[in-house]
């Protein structure tokens, strides 16, 4: 089946350090990768994706790359902002533009 | 601001009754609109994809009888919990695919979500 996996548990972190949300997947066939980010109070908006192997998905300063050996898209950025905090979900396609999402990473930047 | 507007956000109903939650495309026309339920700690899980015009499409597990799916129009879904339990008590989003290329062709856009607590 398709399906996608988050690093469990909210993530801390002081302003201006590094952050990694890892995200795994399980899939039938190519699916295109994305990161979705909620923000308080708003709906989920797309802020990155990747549709082939290897391609880099990039914004607002975060990456992420498609890698098929490992399954993975693990999303970076090397400084954030109080302003990144939010939740943050990965997900996948699969058909007919269906979206299969991970639990979901709350990201809290301290001052 | 918001692309895709849902309503009620917060709504608290007795059970046995219905609720229906509305799911509004406000820039652009959506033939096709998707609905998921996030329960606490968990995933988004898509319940059904609802087409302009037709009946909606399921997912496997979802009941089809007693969440309601109507796709009247270009621009609105809606969503109608029958007969709800505490257990249907859930957090529930909707998104819309651009269709026509009035913001972005083919991207999805996510509502703000609705919260339903049943009592």
């Known amino acids: 089946g398709n399906s996608v996996t988050q690093m469990e548990g909210p993530v801390t972190l002081s302003e201006e350090a590094f952050l990694t949300i890892n995200c795994t997947y399980t899939?039938?066939?190519?699916?295109?990768l994305f990161w979705y980010v909620q923000y308080p109070g708003e709906g989920l908006q797309l802020l990155l994706k990747?549709?082939?192997?290897?391609d880099k998905g990039s914004n607002k300063g975060f990456e992420a790359t498609y890698r098929k050996e490992t399954t993975s898209f693990h999303l970076e950025k090397g400084s954030v902002q109080v302003s990144d905090s939010a939740v943050y979900f990965c997900?996948?396609?699969?058909?007919?533009?269906?979206?299969?999402f991970g639990k979901g990473n709350q990201v809290v930047v301290i001052p | 601001g918001a692309v895709v507007s849902q309503h009620p956000s917060r709504v608290i109903c007795k059970s046995g009754t219905s609720v229906k939650i509305e799911c509004r495309s406000l820039?652009?026309?959506?033939?096709?609109m998707f609905w998921y339920r996030q329960f606490p700690k968990q995933s988004l899980m898509l319940m059904a994809t609802?087409?302009?015009?037709?009946?909606?499409?399921?997912e496997q597990g979802v009941e089809k009888d007693k969440f309601l799916i109507n796709h009247a129009s270009l621009t609105l879904s809606t969503l109608t919990v029958t007969s709800a339990h505490p257990e249907d008590s859930s957090f529930y989003i909707c998104?819309?695919?651009?269709?026509?290329?009035?913001?972005?062709?083919?991207?999805?856009?996510f509502g703000e979500g609705s919260w339903l607590t049943v009592v």
């Open positions: 998104s819309a695919r651009d269709s026509t290329g009035a913001l972005a062709r083919d991207t999805i856009y």
């Open positions: 899939a039938t066939g190519y699916p295109s």
């Open positions: 990747a549709t082939k192997a290897d």
């Open positions: 997900a996948l396609s699969y058909g007919n533009n269906r979206l299969a």
């Open positions: 820039d652009f026309q959506a033939t096709t």
């Open positions: 609802s087409n302009e015009g037709s009946k909606a499409t399921y």
